[in-house]
């Protein structure tokens, strides 16, 4: 057995035992005359929903005159396990404002943290200010504890990432690492394991990642399947080299003997736009041969990375005061040049990859004062804008490059890079699950800034409003199992996903009617709609559409064989 399904089995037997029928204590909340989707994939029924404590403690028809000390009426409203988004970057934002309100209102209550870089380890300590205090963080268990010291209204569970790792033991260098220094490697993943990583994660597009081997990722994903872990992959390159990488992460899980998560996926370069069915055939066919290998993708077109990564990765060795100086080294910028028109065998090129079109390419950043002026504008305007401030007339790669250094060499940006058909065509997969690959943002306050992409606030009722209700493309009840259940049994969250008595009770209502995505590329900063109420570990954190303010979220520890 799959060590994961092994402790959801192990997990969920003796609560389900315990569970039994309700005991003679009130309930604190029962959930009336909904339609009940269990997490599960099979039909609604209509029911209710009683919670105890933390734990849902009874599903199905409970008695009228049973004692409560509060009633929802459901009436016409889909009742659900809590969305666990598989794929998001709230690992430090949620220290500004623990309420996570872009993720409640989606229904979310748990997020998976940590692709390529995690809330731990760090070689140098991480400090974070909680109520006034800093507190250091050197270790992914320092993470966790700080996140609940904290307060969060979601949970948080997180993967260990690579890039953490390849710092702590080799800094900025792109070197290929001694056999001590992998003994490193492997020890430090070893310890995330024992502080509660799902897994690992790697980014293997990033410039660092790019001289790691298909064997080096094998043999540190062999310390995680030690562990009963995951191997998360956002791929090598999802350009000209997609069907490549994606055999890459499956040999990855083949050898290393744990199952495979491929991030976000998607065929990002035009010219191999359509190929998403050979692709779905790979992922069949390995399945077909006993490897668990699967995918999530998030619902729109468009991705989200920096503006930086049109940059060659030997340019970024040494980090970013190294990277600035290449920049505005006049001998190097035909070196640059030549890298970003012509391209690297290996390297996903982003600018090519949208065909070298600036208006596909959206700042999704604050800017410096300076240019302000240009926030949420496209790379098309900017570049017409910048060069009308010069006398003579630099081509548009030497003000991308000045652009860069102006801003610090960081700058988000969405990208139009792949297409509705072969996006819908992998959600359809069974094998292929939600999620975000968005932060917890906000319409006001600390974290509202920039111009990010709408998934930051309409993934989940996006694939509600549009998907399911609009175009018929999924049931609801499949829908919902790729955002609850398939996400836990991924990851190894023994005790979420599912409306089952002992389980935890995060649970989403939502109204099948009205759910729908606001947030849009110019106007981003929309709450959706149809979201009613968010449970998480039995207390509200949405009432009636309305943030209560709790904090219940906990660090989730998958139990370890």
């Known amino acids: 057995m799959n060590p994961i399904r092994a402790i959801l089995a192990a997990a969920l037997l003796p609560a389900l035992l315990a569970a039994g029928p309700p005991d003679d204590e009130p309930f604190d909340l029962i959930i009336r005359g909904g339609r009940i989707v269990d997490g599960t994939g099979n039909p609604w029924y209509a029911g209710d929903l009683g919670i105890k404590g933390d734990r849902i403690a009874a599903v199905g028809l409970i008695p009228d005159d049973a004692e409560t000390a509060r009633t929802i009426d459901a009436t016409g409203l889909v009742v659900a396990p809590g969305f666990i988004d598989i794929h998001s970057h709230s690992d430090f934002v949620l220290f500004e404002d623990g309420a996570a309100e872009s993720k409640i209102r989606q229904g979310v209550t748990t997020d998976i943290l940590g692709e390529h870089t995690s809330g731990g380890p760090y070689a140098e300590p991480r400090e974070v200010t909680i109520d006034g205090q800093t507190v250091s963080i050197s270790t992914l268990a320092d993470y966790f504890d700080a996140i609940e010291r904290s307060g969060t209204a979601i949970n948080v569970a997180s993967y260990v990432g690579l890039g953490n790792i390849w710092q702590a033991v080799m800094g900025d260098s792109f070197d290929r690492p001694t056999e001590e220094q992998f003994q490193a490697m492997e020890a430090l993943i070893d310890q995330a394991m024992q502080d509660g990583a799902l897994g690992l994660s790697t980014m293997l597009m990033h410039p660092q990642s790019l001289g790691t081997r298909t064997e080096d990722i094998v043999r540190l994903a062999r310390v995680v399947a030690r562990h009963g872990g995951i191997y998360s992959s956002h791929i090598r390159t999802e350009g000209l080299g997609v069907l490549d990488s994606i055999a890459e992460a499956i040999a990855i899980g083949e050898q290393g003997g744990l199952p495979v998560d491929i991030i976000h996926l998607k065929i990002a370069e035009q010219t191999l736009w359509g190929r998403m069915p050979e692709i779905v055939a790979m992922i069949d066919a390995a399945r077909?041969?006993?490897?668990?290998?699967?995918?999530?993708?998030?619902?729109?077109?468009?991705?989200?990375?920096?503006?930086?990564?049109?940059?060659?990765?030997?340019?970024?060795?040494?980090?970013?005061?190294?990277?600035?100086?290449?920049?505005?080294?006049?001998?190097?910028?035909?070196r640059l040049k030549q890298d970003i028109l012509q391209g690297i065998p290996g390297w996903y090129n982003h600018y090519l990859a949208v065909g070298g079109d600036w208006s596909r390419m959206l700042i999704s950043e604050r800017l410096s004062p300076t240019n302000a002026r240009f926030e949420g504008q496209t790379m098309d305007v900017i570049l017409a804008g910048l060069a009308a401030d010069r006398q003579a007339g630099p081509d548009e790669l030497d003000l991308l490059f000045d652009f860069l250094?102006?801003?610090?060499?960081?700058?988000?940006?969405?990208?139009?890079?792949?297409?509705?058909?072969?996006?819908?065509?992998?959600l359809r997969q069974p094998w292929c699950s939600v999620g975000s690959d968005g932060s917890a943002l906000a319409t006001s306050g600390p974290l509202r800034r920039g111009h990010p992409h709408p998934r930051n606030f309409g993934t989940f009722p996006r694939v509600l409003g549009v998907y399911v209700r609009e175009q018929g493309l999924l049931t609801l009840e499949e829908a919902i199992r790729k955002m609850t259940s398939q996400n836990a049994l991924k990851v190894g969250l023994a005790d979420r996903g599912l409306l089952l008595p002992g389980l935890a009770a995060d649970v989403t209502v939502f109204d099948p009617d009205q759910v729908i995505d606001r947030s849009t590329y110019l106007e981003p900063f929309q709450y959706s709609d149809g979201i009613t109420h968010v449970l998480v570990n039995g207390s509200l954190v949405l009432d009636a559409g309305e943030s209560t303010g709790a904090r219940p979220g906990l660090s989730l520890r998958p139990a370890r064989p």
């Open 288 to 334: 077909a041969r006993g490897v668990d290998v699967q995918a999530n993708v998030y619902p729109y077109t468009r991705g989200n990375n920096n503006l930086v990564s049109i940059i060659p990765p030997w340019a970024h060795e040494g980090g970013r005061d190294a990277l600035l100086a290449r920049l505005a080294d006049p001998e190097i910028r035909p």
């Open 405 to 426: 250094i102006a801003e610090d060499g960081s700058i988000g940006c969405i990208y139009a890079h792949h297409t509705d058909e072969d996006m819908t065509l992998a």
